[in-house]
């Protein structure tokens, strides 16, 4: 249900995008004895037969989710606009929340950080009063936090700084009744996050190995696997070796102890039950540098690890392009007989991580090398999987073109079970 492309913005002639849901926002008289102070609104998208009773009462207020579903026709074409005013405004009211935030991800074009959360405010206010559809979404929002330490003081820095952006986008059309309906259902969400990390917070600390924040780790061993990607192991900086318990697929986050260094998520790549923790960080950039820098001994910060990528009950078949390998290689390791088929792109064989790891698994795989065989198209690749469309899940990951046009070819071969673990800001549409 997320969207992948965004309604087209109103023109200059229109500014409060008020042609695109005529009277919603605009302001209005306020009668003593009205029967509801957005009664206007919602009969505008579901209009109330003339003979239907109408609730009577000075006092009575209408639940914020109809203010809320009433004027998203309006607020849609400007939410863009909206979060591009957000994120700037909250970095200088806020600076301590840069923290949390890759700052490459602020300056790419298209900006998948504000468009997840573009398609994010704009599912929850479509869905607000069936939020049980937003399971899924909620838990990939929850555990990506989880990774970052967010705590329940944060979420009122998000409400004071996107609220203060919608009524500097919409202006006037913002009345004080929408302004506050807008409110309570950032707060109802805010609420609603904040019960499930901490659910979260607490199963990470429980299981075998666990803890609680961010914890010192060092760095026990350090492989080159490629040129450019290194596997590198961690064990905790004190204490006795125990086991780490966690889910096939989680990431680990990192936090390197390097002046400007922010938060990286990274698969685990080791097995649960481990006495260590494994990631593999491909050299792209700043942070991924600084961990390629590290030498035995050297110690970094480490979150428990999260996420919601993980094998199903089904055979699973397995695909990948470049370091998006690394969740297949943590499959592979933690559950080889769930693995049915493992496909892999790469530019060669010698850019491939985890290569042999394959060979010698003995699970039937299927290597293709854009070197010698150029770039596969979707419907190729999904011909070698063929005889799997009908029993097996499906998990991809890759970069974003790759994970899109593949996921939709598997679709059009009448495949339902398609997982994606996608790389940098969920949720983006890319």
Same mark, same amino acid.
């Given at each position: 249900?997320?969207?992948?492309?965004?309604?087209?913005?109103?023109g200059?002639?229109?500014?409060?995008?008020?042609a695109s849901?005529?009277?919603?926002l605009r302001p209005?008289p306020?009668a003593?004895?009205?029967s509801?102070?957005?009664?206007?609104?919602?009969?505008?998208?579901?209009?109330?037969?003339a003979?239907?009773?109408?609730?009577?009462?000075?006092a009575?207020?209408?639940?914020?989710?109809?203010?809320?579903?009433?004027?998203?026709?309006?607020?849609?074409?400007?939410?863009?606009?909206i979060?591009d005013?957000?994120?700037p405004?909250?970095?200088?009211?806020?600076?301590?929340?840069?923290?949390?935030f890759?700052?490459?991800n602020?300056?790419?074009?298209?900006?998948?950080?504000?468009?997840a959360?573009?398609?994010?405010?704009?599912?929850?206010?479509s869905n607000?009063?069936? =939020?049980?559809?937003?399971?899924? /979404? *909620?838990? $990939?929002?929850?555990?990506?936090?989880?990774g @970052?330490? &967010?705590?329940?003081?944060?979420?009122?820095?998000?409400?004071?700084?996107?609220?203060?952006?919608?009524?500097?986008?919409?202006?006037?059309?913002?009345?004080p009744?929408?302004?506050?309906?807008?409110?309570?259902?950032?707060?109802a969400?805010?609420?609603?996050?904040i019960?499930?990390e901490?659910?979260?917070?607490?199963?990470?600390?429980?299981?075998?190995g666990?803890?609680?924040?961010?914890?010192?780790?060092k760095?026990?061993?350090?492989?080159?696997?490629?040129q450019?990607?290194?596997?590198?192991t961690? =064990?905790?900086?004190?204490?006795? /070796? *125990?086991? $780490?318990?966690?889910t096939?697929?989680?990431? @680990?986050? &990192?936090?390197?102890?390097?002046?400007?260094?922010?938060?990286?998520h990274?698969?685990?790549?080791?097995?649960?039950g481990?006495p260590?923790?494994?990631?593999?960080p491909?050299?792209?950039?700043?942070?991924?540098?600084?961990?390629?820098?590290?030498?035995?001994?050297?110690v970094?910060?480490?979150?428990p690890?999260?996420?919601?990528?993980?094998?199903?009950?089904?055979?699973?078949?397995l695909?990948?392009?470049?370091?998006?390998?690394?969740?297949?290689k943590?499959?592979?390791?933690?559950?080889?007989?769930? =693995?049915?088929?493992?496909?892999?792109?790469?530019?060669?064989?010698?850019?491939?991580?985890?290569?042999?790891?394959f060979?010698?698994?003995?699970?039937?795989?299927?290597?293709?090398?854009?070197?010698?065989?150029?770039?596969?198209?979707?419907?190729?690749?999904?011909?070698?999987?063929?005889?799997?469309?009908g029993?097996?899940?499906?998990?991809?990951?890759?970069?974003?073109?790759?994970?899109?046009?593949?996921?939709?070819?598997?679709?059009?071969?009448?495949?339902?079970d398609?997982?994606?673990?996608?790389?940098?800001?969920?949720?983006?549409?890319?």
């Open positions: 249900f997320w969207p992948k492309s965004r309604p087209k913005a109103s200059p002639t229109d500014p409060a995008g008020l849901a005529p009277g919603l209005r306020v003593v004895a009205m509801c102070p957005f009664h206007e609104l919602i009969k505008a998208t579901a209009p109330v037969p003979e239907a009773p109408q609730p009577v009462g000075a009575m207020r209408c639940p914020f989710h109809e203010i809320v579903k009433a004027t998203v026709p309006a607020v849609a074409p400007r939410a863009r606009e979060v005013d957000f994120y405004r909250m970095f200088a009211n806020n600076p301590e929340t840069k923290a949390f890759n700052p490459a602020q300056f790419e074009e298209p900006n998948r950080q504000r468009m959360l573009t398609n994010a405010v704009l599912a929850y206010a607000i009063d069936q =939020v049980d559809k937003l399971a899924d /979404a *909620v838990a $990939i929002i929850t555990h990506k936090h989880a @970052l330490g &967010v705590q329940a003081e944060h979420y009122p820095i998000v409400h004071k700084n996107l609220l203060a952006s919608i009524a500097h986008v919409m202006g006037d059309a913002v009345t009744e929408i302004g506050e309906g807008w409110s309570e259902a950032v707060l969400l805010a609420k609603i996050l019960g499930e901490k659910k979260l917070y607490g199963m990470a600390e429980a299981r075998s666990g803890w609680a924040g961010v914890k010192d780790f760095v026990s061993a350090k492989r080159a696997l490629t450019d990607c290194a596997e590198l961690f =064990v905790p900086a004190e204490g006795p /070796a *125990v086991s $780490i318990d966690f096939p697929g989680q990431f @680990l986050t &990192v936090h390197v102890k390097k002046a400007g260094a922010t938060p990286r990274y698969t685990v790549t080791s097995a649960p481990c260590y923790l494994q990631c593999c491909k050299k792209i950039g700043f942070v991924s540098g600084a961990l390629h820098d590290l030498e035995e001994g050297d970094v910060g480490l979150s690890p999260f996420g919601v990528f993980a094998l199903t009950e089904k055979p699973a078949v695909i990948s392009a470049g370091i998006g390998v690394t969740p297949m943590a499959f592979l390791q933690a559950c080889p007989e769930k =693995v049915a088929l493992a496909v892999h792109v790469d530019k060669a064989p010698e850019t491939h991580p985890f290569r042999q790891e060979l010698d698994s003995g699970v039937k795989t299927h290597f293709h090398y854009t070197s010698r065989d150029g770039r596969p198209a979707a419907a190729e690749l999904v011909e070698h999987m063929k005889g799997h469309l029993d097996c899940a499906f998990f991809l990951c890759g970069p974003s073109g790759f994970v899109s046009s593949v996921s939709d070819a598997l679709r059009q071969g009448g495949v339902e398609v997982y994606i673990d996608a790389f940098g800001p969920t949720m983006s549409g890319q």
